[in-house]
C-alpha cells in the first residue's frame, strides 16, 4: 500500500514568517512529486512541482525533495494571511496517478 | 492548464436514490479521473476513465456503485447509486496537464449531502 503522510497540523505562524510543510512518502520508486493548496471549499490547486533532489523554487515558494529519506516539503516564504489553506502533498502512483498525503492546515496570523 | 467545468455544483439527496455528476473540459484528454473527498479528508482516487474503454476503479470501489461514462474526449459523468449518507463527500474529477502529463487539474467539484 503506497503511503504519503502529512502532519494534519494547524500549523500557525505569524506574517512575514517562513511556513514548513512536510511530506513522507512509502514508496521508494516515486518520480514525481506535488503540492496543492486547497482553500475552504474550494478545489485543490497546483502549486508546485518537483521531480530531482534539491531547491525548487517558484516566487516565494520553494519545494524541496530528498529521494534517500523519501522526503518532500514545501516553504512559503514571506506568509501572508492569503496563504492560510489546506497543502496537500501528492506522490505520482504510476499510470499517471497521484497519491494524496491527507494534507496540513496552515493559518498565517496577522 | 484546460478549464474544467462540472454539475451540479451541489445537491442534496435523498438515500437511496442515485446522482450522475457531469464533467466537462474545454480540450480533449485521453485520461480523466474521479475522486472523492470525504469530510475532513484527502482525496481517494475512484477510477480512472479513457475514451473508449472501460473505466479502471481503485480498489475499495465497484462499477455497480460508481458506474462512470466517457462518451468523448471532452465529457464524463460518474453516478452515485443507491446511496447512503456514507457517500455525502465531495466528487472531484481530474484531467492531466498538457506540458506534464504527471500533473493534474481538478474542477470545482460537487457538495454531495445524502440525507
Known amino acids: 500500500q503506497k503511503e504519503v503522510e502529512q502532519n494534519s497540523g494547524p500549523l500557525s505562524v505569524p506574517e512575514g514568517a517562513i511556513a514548513s510543510l512536510n511530506c513522507t512518502y512509502s514508496?521508494?520508486?516515486?518520480?514525481?512529486f506535488f503540492w496543492y493548496r486547497q482553500y475552504s471549499g474550494k478545489s485543490p490547486e497546483l502549486i508546485m512541482f518537483?521531480?530531482?533532489?534539491g531547491d525548487k523554487e517558484d516566487g516565494r515558494f520553494t519545494a524541496q525533495l530528498n529521494k534517500a529519506s523519501q522526503y518532500v516539503s514545501l516553504l512559503i516564504r514571506d506568509s501572508q494571511p492569503s496563504d492560510s489553506a489546506t497543502y496537500l502533498c501528492a506522490v505520482s502512483g504510476g499510470y499517471n496517478k497521484l497519491i494524496f498525503g491527507a494534507g496540513t492546515r496552515l493559518a498565517v496570523h496577522p | 492548464s484546460a478549464v474544467i467545468s462540472q454539475k451540479p455544483s451541489r445537491d442534496i439527496c435523498q438515500r437511496g436514490t442515485s446522482l450522475t455528476i457531469q464533467c466537462q473540459v474545454d480540450s480533449q484528454v485521453t485520461m480523466m479521473f474521479w475522486y472523492r473527498q470525504q469530510p475532513g479528508q484527502s482525496l481517494t482516487l475512484i477510477a480512472t476513465a479513457n475514451q473508449g474503454s472501460e473505466a479502471t476503479y481503485e480498489s475499495g470501489f465497484v462499477i455497480d456503485k460508481f458506474p462512470i461514462s466517457r462518451p468523448n474526449l471532452t465529457f464524463s459523468t460518474l453516478t452515485v447509486s443507491n446511496m447512503s449518507p456514507e457517500d455525502s463527500s465531495i466528487y472531484l474529477c481530474?484531467?492531466?496537464?498538457?506540458?506534464?502529463?504527471?500533473?493534474?487539474?481538478f474542477g470545482p467539484g460537487t457538495r454531495l449531502t445524502v440525507l
Open positions: 518537483i521531480y530531482s533532489n
Open positions: 481530474s484531467v492531466p496537464g498538457t506540458a506534464r502529463t504527471d500533473t493534474q487539474y
Open positions: 514508496d521508494r520508486g516515486s518520480q514525481s
